[in-house]
């Protein structure tokens, strides 16, 4: 769907032992013509699941905000073709931290049961040309990262201010968010169990 990944973890059920390396070896076999690499493989207890066994998960976005575009990043990063305050965004961003009800930065494809979530970390910083947008928390529901790297997008171009991020929280309304991001520069980066 667009997206990256460099820290999905996955599993299945197998219904005869194989050695791990041999599992590993044979998906990266299969998966060839896909940008796709199974860097491990290993045994998992009974009642492992990948999703739901999951404490936490990181994600990364990056915006490449110049005039120039992407040549070696083209469908790696979103692109913004003029400046963006990191800045106020980050300031933005601190407003979004903790544990609120997110209904405005949920998809209304979500099938989450509840749109209460904790968000641990969500930082903005500026490295060279790039801008990152990080956050932190044990689960996110559908589009919750690019919904907001979106409407702190509105905040970098000075569309929006803080106010308007905290009050789009408040209103637990879809139509108060802004814009969803492309999926070009999401990275699910860590899953931690």
Known sequence: AGVHAR???AHFDLHRAWDPFKVRE???F???PDPIVVLDAEVAADDFDARFSATGRSYLYRILPRKAPPALERNRV???RHPLDAGAMAEAASRMLG???FTTFRSVQCQAKS???TVDEISVARYADEIEITCRARSFLHNQVRSFVGTLKQVGE???TKRDVERALAAKDRAACGPVAPPDGLYLVRVDY
């Open 7 to 9: 820290g999905q973890v």
């Open 26 to 28: 044979a998906l990266n």
């Open 30 to 32: 299969h998966l060839k």
């Open 78 to 80: 979103w692109w913004v």
């Open 99 to 101: 544990r609120h009800d």
């Open 115 to 117: 749109p209460v979530k």
């Open 158 to 160: 000075g569309k929006w």
